[in-house]
């Protein structure tokens, strides 16, 4: 049944390849049609050209604030190395903090990334919730600065005593782009996480995970350790 539609179809194809009449015919019931609907045609184009243009006038605009953001960030970044963040998170007065610019320049990646700064900044103060919100909402496609974040989040989980979410946010950082100067030291808090959760199961295999994968890492030695005592306490 189903060959038989298609080789049907393969032959109106072909008419209308070797018969012109036939194409003529099909072109003249497209004009038609364009002819009768000339205001639903115009429309479409004129929302196609809308859509398009609007596209590239908010990727131009975007841009610009972009560049306006990482001006004005540049004075809370500088507060924030100084370990002044309250001034880093609210501004001094003149120049803005970081809650300014997610505020002001939202659809910016340098409000994205102000995200990072102020949940980084609530960690300096121990305001640990403050900080969960703030890093949250950041997201990038970073190798280094998306793994600190989740690795921030699980410290901040940590804080809360909170161990399960702990564990699975270190868990992120150290599968995220995967290496062995960063994953195996993110590897080592899931692993303590774990073992505050008395996930010991857990806890063991984030150490093994380090033996085997990142045997020659600076964590490797310590991984023995700890999985070794955990051993020694399951016997």
């Known amino acids: 049944m189903a060959k038989g539609k298609k080789n049907k179809e393969q032959d109106h194809q072909n008419e209308l390849l070797e018969n012109p009449e036939a194409l003529a015919d099909k072109l003249s019931k497209t004009e038609e049609f364009v002819e009768q609907n000339k205001t639903l045609v115009f429309g479409l184009g004129v929302l196609l050209l809308v859509l398009v243009g609007g596209y590239f006038g908010f990727e131009t605009y975007k841009k610009s604030q972009n560049e306006k953001a990482q001006n004005d960030m ?49 960690m300096k103060k121990g305001d640990f919730q403050s900080a969960l919100l703030y890093l949250e909402d950041f997201d990038a496609n970073d190798l280094l600065i998306q793994p600190r974040a989740y690795s921030l989040r699980g410290d901040a989980y940590m804080e809360l005593e909170d161990y399960g979410n702990a564990a699975d946010a270190y868990q992120k950082a150290a599968s995220y782009e995967t290496n062995k100067y960063f994953s195996p030291g993110y590897l080592m808090k899931a692993a303590l996480a774990y073992e505050y959760a008395n996930n010991i199961e857990a806890a063991r295999e984030s150490y093994e995970t380090i033996i085997t994968k990142y045997w020659d890492s600076s964590e490797v030695q310590n991984a023995k350790k700890y999985k070794a005592k955990l051993e020694d306490i399951a016997s």
């Open 74 to 122: 540049f004075q809370a970044v500088y507060y924030f190395e100084a370990d002044s963040v309250d001034l880093a998170l609210n501004g001094d007065g003149i120049n803005l903090g970081f809650k300014d610019i997610i505020d002001e320049y939202g659809i910016t990646d340098v409000a994205n990334l102000a995200n990072f700064y102020a949940g980084a900044s609530y």
